[in-house]
């Protein structure tokens, strides 16, 4: 049984929701997002609540519920106050630079890391070893701190590499010499 999928989510003041034809669509001060909801699934909105019921008691509309609820009080989120993910980069000589719309990366391969900020994030370099993410749509900040990661993970060793700020990376004790 789902108990995420009955909790109301508050909708705060200036958001506007309209569900028709299975499609959510949230408009907020930072933004619009939409976001398709599976068959038979009714949104209700009353009283500056809206609450999300299922067609059956089935498995399948059962392990969906909860799922759809999240996915749009993320959404409802995401346009009034939105995500933010801050990665920091440890190890000797790497650094991470901003030119314009561009991320540069020296994580210590041959060449520098280009990446072009994605259509709805914005990325921040306070300095050159911290960026900071951030957009409307949870998973594309998501996805996109973990792309930037995935090209340096943290290693256990010295611990070098792109790792998330609330990250702890475990340490192992290298070899010992006779």
Not at 65 to 70: I, M, Q, S, V
Not at 81 to 88: F, H, I, M, N, T
Not at 130 to 159: C, M, N
């Amino acid at each position: 049984m789902s108990r995420i999928g009955y909790k109301p989510i508050e909708i705060p003041a200036g958001v506007e929701i309209k569900f028709n034809d299975g499609l959510v669509e949230v408009k907020g001060p930072k933004g619009n997002l939409s976001q398709k909801v599976g068959s038979g699934f009714n949104i209700k909105i009353e009283d500056k609540e809206l609450v999300v019921e299922r067609p059956s008691d089935s498995k399948n509309d059962r392990s969906l519920h909860g799922l759809y609820r999240t996915l749009v009080y993320n959404m409802v989120v995401g346009v009034t106050e939105g995500y933010k993910k801050q990665l920091e980069i440890v190890g000797t000589g790497y650094r991470a630079q901003k030119q314009g719309n561009k991320l540069n990366l020296s994580l210590g391969h041959s060449h520098p890391i280009l990446l072009e900020d994605p259509e709805g994030i914005l990325t921040e370099v306070p300095n050159e070893r911290t960026i900071v993410v951030s957009g409307i749509d949870k998973q594309l900040v998501g996805d996109y701190t973990a792309k930037i990661r995935g090209f340096r993970p943290p290693e256990p060793y010295k611990g070098k590499g792109v790792k998330y700020s609330d990250e702890y990376v475990r340490r192992k004790v290298g070899k010992t010499g006779k």
